[in-house]
């Protein structure tokens, strides 16, 4: 099985922080990544799929980069709405296999 | 305007069937551009993917959950369930069911949620 790692568990940061949180694969996935916004009491949001492209009505402040095995999410600028915890997933063929979670919260 | 809502039983019995349905609105659930998912979250953990199928078959699921694991289809209704067999306490959990698209291979729409506890 894949599996993805993603670091940190925890990222404390301020409005208008430049943020990375990093998904790492065991294996290549190619560029079958997304990322997605989760908020307490919510289903995830979509972000980003196939590791760089924006969805529909995401804020630009958004980016994916990497392919293989190592992927980032940068937040460009944080803002007050972006405090969530995001998750990585593999989603190449027949699979669905998520990373285990990034809180950002409020330094 | 796609939407789904989770409905079932909040509490289960340990060694008993886990069971919930899926309405789905704003599309066919025989949309050939749709797949079907289900994904659960513990509470306080991450998310894990159970499985996901396209209406008329072919079933995807994930190997830790494989053998235990069922969906079915009521067109009649847009409706899809999802059966998980021999439940523990492990299985408790806030389950979402969720469109995946067939070309993009992402879920873009997910319910809202439903929490399950198994607990006799």
């Known amino acids: 099985d894949i599996q993805m790692t993603q670091s940190p568990s925890t990222l404390s940061a301020s409005v208008g922080d430049r943020v990375t949180i990093t998904c790492r694969a065991s294996q290549s996935i190619g560029n079958w990544l997304a990322w997605y916004q989760q908020k307490p009491g919510k289903a995830p949001k979509l972000l980003i799929y196939?590791?760089?492209s924006l969805e529909s009505g995401v804020p630009s402040r958004f980016s994916g980069s990497g392919s293989g095995t190592d992927f980032t999410l940068t937040i460009s600028s944080l803002q007050p709405d972006d405090f969530a915890t995001y998750f990585c997933?593999?989603?190449?063929?027949?699979?669905?296999?998520f990373g285990q979670g990034t809180k950002v919260e409020v330094k | 305007q796609v939407q789904l809502q989770e409905s079932g039983p909040g509490l289960v019995q340990p060694s008993e069937t886990l069971s919930l349905t899926c309405t789905v609105s704003g599309v066919s659930i025989r949309s050939s551009s749709s797949y079907w998912g289900w994904i659960r979250q513990p509470p306080g953990k991450g998310l894990e993917w159970i499985g996901h199928?396209?209406?008329?078959?072919?079933?995807y699921s994930n190997p830790s959950l494989k053998s235990r694991f069922t969906t079915s289809v009521d067109t009649s209704e847009n409706q899809f369930s999802l059966k998980l067999t021999s439940v523990a306490a492990a299985d408790t959990a806030v389950y979402f069911c969720?469109?995946?698209?067939?070309?993009?291979?992402?879920?873009?729409?997910w319910g809202q949620g439903a929490l399950v506890t198994v607990s006799s």
């Open positions: 997933q593999l989603y190449n063929d027949n699979l669905g296999t």
């Open positions: 196939k590791a760089s």
């Open positions: 969720a469109r995946r698209d067939v070309v993009r291979g992402i879920f873009t729409h």
């Open positions: 199928f396209f209406y008329s078959g072919n079933t």
